[in-house]
């Protein structure tokens, strides 16, 4: 969405590099190609405006930190000035004290709320919620099936008491105020404790179906309003929702189509001409692309910094727990990363989503950003389908792979025996990375850490005893771990455990305050 505003913003501070200090020429210029970016992606003019000037104003006063150069300083007030206009902080839904909490949605006409809703009522339910959704929208035709098609997907329970029009000569009949009053005490009596009403598009000029969607809002008394907003629609998003919070008076944004190639203006404007916060973002088109919108983040999205947050949030959400166990232990007892383990990993990492979205989340993104626009996820299945075309011994030593299996793994997976060969070459690559961490040696290149080994000379990794490698017989093999884990089990240990003493301890020994051995036995 924001990649051309980042591009220009991007090659503006590059500009700032390398100068000591900034004269007022300077700043004035900076400020200049920041305008000019803004509104090459359909950003208010009013926002625009204010934006630069509070940048200029801040750029030129006495606000300077000895920790940044005057680049980095004029970065910091960019970012504090986004996250400004794009609401100052995340604002979270506000839920009801008592009974259910009642949530409307409103938006123009395909702005994409019925599907919204869906996606809405599963992060809810992710949450801990009991939601429902409740059809109110009976104008638009099949809109009442769709809505029950989405929350069948999303798990979640519709109230569709009408099915709503089915084509556009249909003439409407059922009464959408009834219809979501009706939900509400559905809800309260079947104890679902978040309500969400998907109503009928509407146009900003449309006077009956605004007035439709303000009875509905006085009969339902909602406890948050959701103006849904197509973040493709440009600088028409400002007029839109004017029309719309003077209508209905909503009491947040949600951004819908945040993944499409427009340029973003929606997001920048709205909620700085509004006064409302965005408070969640629609960034594909599965129910799970769904999430919290973070002005902070998208600030740092838009310039380029990274949102390494949300990254972290989406691996503790799917990253399997006990996986992320077992490897560890693996680590710790340096055994052999095999390629049952690399195959789990990159299980691991499809659960998180889209690995190019993922990859576009870590700063500096938009350097290679051609090249991830080239990358094709489908290569996550094949290196799936070669490991899962080797044997069970062949993943556990993949050393004996010669050219006949290579060929017959390439023949099972579909693919050119040279992918394989690569494969195996970087997981042979993989392989020793793992085995020097696991030594405490640190990565490659790079100092070792305190405690952990590494950063020393070479002559003391020599000296090292070297693990045995594994017999390619598989009995033999096999034979070989039970002898290894049974020496591991009785093994007895050579020093103190937690601090206790293994012989007889003389406290006179210790450079100690007079009278404080008697602390230590008692003497």
Known sequence: MFNSLSDRLTATFKNLRGKGRLTEADVDATVREIRRALLDADVAVPVVREFTGRIRERALGAEVSAALNPSQQIVKIVNEELQEILGGETRRIRLAKTGPTIIMLAGLQGAGKTTLAGKLAKWLKAQGHSPVLVAADLQRPNAVTQLQIVGERAGVPVFAPHPGTTSDLDVPTGDPVAVARAGVDEARQKLHDVVIVDTAGRLGVDADMMDQARRIRQAIIPNEVLFVIDSMIGQDAVNTAVAFDEGVNFTGVVLSKLDGDARGGAALSVASVTGKPVMFASTGEGLDDFELFHPDRMASRI?????????????????????????????????????????????????????????????????????LEQFDEREIDRVEAIVRSMTRHERLAPKIINGSRRARIARGSGVHVSEVNGLLERFAQAQKMMKKLAQGGGMPGMPGMPGLGGGGSRKGAKNAPKKKARSGNPAKAAQELREAENKRANAVPTGAAFGQATGDFDPSQLNLPKGFDKFLGGK
């Open 303 to 371: 310039l380029d910094m990274g949102d390494v947050l949300t990254l972290i949030e989406q691996a503790e959400k799917n990253w399997d727990k006990d996986e992320a166990a077992r490897m560890a232990k693996k680590f710790a007892d340096q055994e052999d990363f095999t390629l049952d383990d690399f195959l789990a990993q990159m299980q691991q990492i499809r659960n998180m989503g889209s690995m190019k979205k993922m990859l576009m989340m870590m700063p500096g993104a938009q350097n290679i950003r051609q090249q």
